[in-house]
Structures are given as structure tokens and as C-alpha cells.
């Protein structure tokens, strides 16, 4: 029965905490605690609630959409609560590159010991290796402590900036930062040629370009120029349609449909838009991404609604074939003061369709979902 | 891709590593609707019974709870004679983080806790309320009569 779909489906090299050996189940606990609990994939602009839970940005939204509260503990929570918890999106992108490594070490490490006579062998090198591949890129992240821990660097090493990540000498850092992060060779000329206010000036004037932006003049489409704004949330049923379909152009989106389109492509993209920003800059999509991703969305849903209505047609082939099934359960609904008495036959015919209606839908759509796949 | 992968991890678990007392196993033709099996838990007047069950996941999922029925006829206050169970995880207490399993759990989990006050099934309710050992004993008689 569960042969070739199953079949494939479980063939899919689909990463998994079970990939890891049993022998190793903190090596299992770590895959799956940088996964999120609603999709199963790993965290993609990972935010987190008060009470501390954290999921992708793009799930949590979707489902404080449906229900107000923090799908692990149940806490009462908002959208405004999502906090990008950015620690957590480069641990992920760290146990990203290190999982294949780390994988092959414990699969080899299982191996050996299923092979009883080896003694350790030469692995240790490799262990050595390891390690210090993973921590080059965690290095990184942990800038705070950036001053590689233990002993102070010479004037000379090379070191990370702890804001703006460049690579510098140790003994350059503190002017490069006193400056603004600004590239060392500007700096030592702007030493030279005494610090003058002008530069001060403009220095100020980069500053504050970080604040809103010239909130005068037309601000709708200031907004969609921004790109590192959230979008507020709309009340759709103020707007009339005409200031919808405006809404939807100012961010390069179709204006085509009927008001419930409208509204639902302008909310999915609020949403979409808005996750995104929970990404750290670096891995945030374009916009050109971002419609494309609406425009998937959107196609989805199109192809759910054709089968149901091919499913129509499925109603009326087999039209005879209810109507018997109809007629065999109506005596039991006509006596309804003896529920006891026949039970069995309302369970057999409820039972007896086998794959329900609802599920013949299905059927059609997993069967293109495999052809497309 | 459009099955989720989500679904797929939990497929590819349900049948690698199944809870004890647990099978669940999706139809070949379509991977949303899983048959299940649950063992009536020790203890219980379930006890020794395999319960049939068919689960659904419908295009929601994991935003909308799986939909799931049993197909064994059994004696209990919150399943009703069309299989279909009261449980608050399956409605509105519907979480994205819980999965199948822990579902499938939650069903095992309510045949060894009835709760006679929030029937589905009245008249097994108030059996169960009025004449717990009673109710039990047929309870009992329907796990052996069509579960086993």
C-alpha cells in the first residue's frame, strides 16, 4: 500500500535531527532546538516573544494573525512583542556550515565503534580541525568579546571591529572606532589635515540620516522608498477600493482583482514585508524576491480553488451514487429518540465512502504535487 | 515542493521511530490522510484494544489542527458514535507547535482520563457519571467485541 510516493517522499534528503545517530542525542537536541517549531525548518529571521519562545518571523506572524498568543506556552502576545533575536539567526547560519562537518565526525565516530577491535586511530587531527573551522565563523558572531579570549593581541594582529566588522590591526581599532568605523586611511588623513568641523558636520549629518525619513511632503511614497521601515497595519474596511489598489502600487504589486484579493495580497505582503526586516540586513530579500514570493503565494491559492471546483464535476459523476448513500442514511436520522439502536449502521455508512469527500479533493492535489515535485 | 517539509519530518518520524502503542502510516495516494492504530492504555477498560483512526491534515496545517475520528466503535463520554472526540487540542487549544504525535498522544492520553463533565456522547457521559463501574464494564465489552 505505502509504496511509491511514501517511497520517494521519504527518500527526499530532507535535513532531519534523526540524521544524527542515536548514540549522539544532545547532537540531535542541538539540530532540533535551532529549528522552528511551525514550519520544521531551520529559523529564518528568528523573533522572539516575551515570554521568550522564539520562531521565524514569517510563521509567528502568520499565526498571531489567527490567534494572539505564543503557540508553545499559550502567553498572550502581539506583533508589536516580536523582537528580531539575532544571536540565534547566526547561531543557525554557523550550524549550518558546521552541521555536514560535524555530521560526517559523529557518523565516523559511529562506525568505529561498531568495529570493536580499532582503537582510536588518527581522528584527533581532524578533531583539531574541526573545532576551529566552526569557531572562525562563531568568532564573529561573538563580537562583544572580540579581543580573541585569553591574552591580548600585538599591536600588529588583525582583528574584527566589534560594530562594523572590519578587518583591522589591533593597534588601529580604537582610532578606526573612535572615528566612526570610518576606513583607517581617511582617518590617519583626516588626522593629518587637522579634524576639521566639516567633517564633523557631515559625520552628524550620517548620523541623523538613520532617523525617520522627511516625514513632509507626499510620506506614502516616501514610505515605499524606505526599505527599512514596517509596514503599519491597514484597516481595510476604512479604504475604498481605489486607495487599496494605490496602496498595492506603491509597492510595485498588481492591482487586479476583486476587494477580497486586494486585501489579502496587501496583507500577505505586509507580512512578508515586515519578516523580512526581522532578518539581519545581510540576509534580507529584495524586493523583487519578496513579489515573487507574493506572487507564489497567490498562485497556490489559485490552484487549491480550481480543485475544488474540478471537484464538482467529481459530485456529479457520482451523483447517483450519493443519493444512494443519502437515501441508506436517512431512516436513521428519522428516528432520532433511538440513537442506541443503530449506531452501527450510522458508523458503517459515515465509514463507508472510504476516502471521505474532503479527502478526494486531496487526492487530485497531492497527485499534482507529486508530478510537480 | 508544495507538500510542506514540515509534514514530510513528521511522516519520515511517525514511521521511523512511532510512539509506543502508536502506528500511523499515510495512504499512498495521499499523503495528508494517515491510518492510525492506538492501543487502549494499561489500566484502562480500554486495555488490549487496537483503535483504528484515520487523521487528515487538511492545506492549513500546522495554522489549523489535524482533523482525526476513530473508526472502532468505543465506549466513551467524549467520543461520540460517528468516532468524532472531544478534545480542547483538536479545536480552539490547537497549537502550531504540537504535531501528529502529540496529538495521537493526547487521544492515547484521553482513554485513560474520560471526563464524564464535557461529553460529547451525553447519554455515555451520564452512564459514566452515574454508574462509573457499570460503564466501565461495557467500556470494556466494546473494546473486546470490536477492538481486538
Known sequence: MNSNKLAVLLAQDIPDSTDFPKKAPFLRQLDDSVCCTICSKYYEGPVSLLCGHSFCSMCIRENLSIKPHCPACRQNATEGNLRPNLVLEEIVSAWKLSRPYVLDLAKQEEARAAEPAKKKRRLSPSCVAGPSRTSSTSSKDSSPSDPPEGDVPKPDSIVNCPVCDRRLKYKEINTHMDNNCAPISSVSAAKSGAPTSKTQKTQWSDLMRGQPPKSKGKGKDKAAEDDDYPLPKVSYDTLKEKQLRDKLAEHGLPTTGDRPVLTRRHQRWTMQWNANLDKSAAKRQTKAELRADLKKWEEQRKNKKEKITVDDSHLKTHREDFKKLVAAAQPVKAKPAVPESSPAAARSSSVAPNPPPESDIIVVDSDDEIGDS | ?148
Open chain 2, 1 to 148: 515542493m508544495s507538500l510542506p517539509k514540515r509534514i514530510i519530518k513528521e511522516t519520515e518520524r511517525l514511521v521511523a521511530d512511532p510512539a509506543p502503542g502508536i502506528t500511523a502510516a499515510p495512504h499512498d495516494d495521499n499523503l495528508r490522510y494517515f491510518d492510525v492504530t492506538i492501543q487502549g492504555p494499561d489500566g484502562s477498560p480500554f486495555q488490549q484494544g487496537i483503535f483504528k483512526l484515520e487523521l487528515f491534515l487538511p492545506e492549513e496545517y500546522p495554522m489549523a489542527p489535524p482533523k482525526v475520528r476513530f473508526l472502532t466503535k468505543i465506549y466513551h463520554p467524549n467520543i461520540d458514535k460517528l468516532g468524532r472526540i472531544c478534545l480542547d487540542i483538536l479545536k480552539d487549544k490547537w497549537s502550531p507547535a504540537l504535531q501528529i504525535r502529540t496529538v495521537l498522544l493526547s487521544v492515547q492520553a484521553l482513554l485513560s482520563a474520560p471526563n464524564p463533565d464535557d461529553p460529547l456522547a451525553p447519554d455515555v457521559a451520564k452512564h459514566y457519571k452515574e454508574d462509573e463501574q457499570g460503564a466501565q464494564r461495557v467500556s470494556r465489552e466494546w473494546t473486546q467485541q470490536y477492538a481486538s
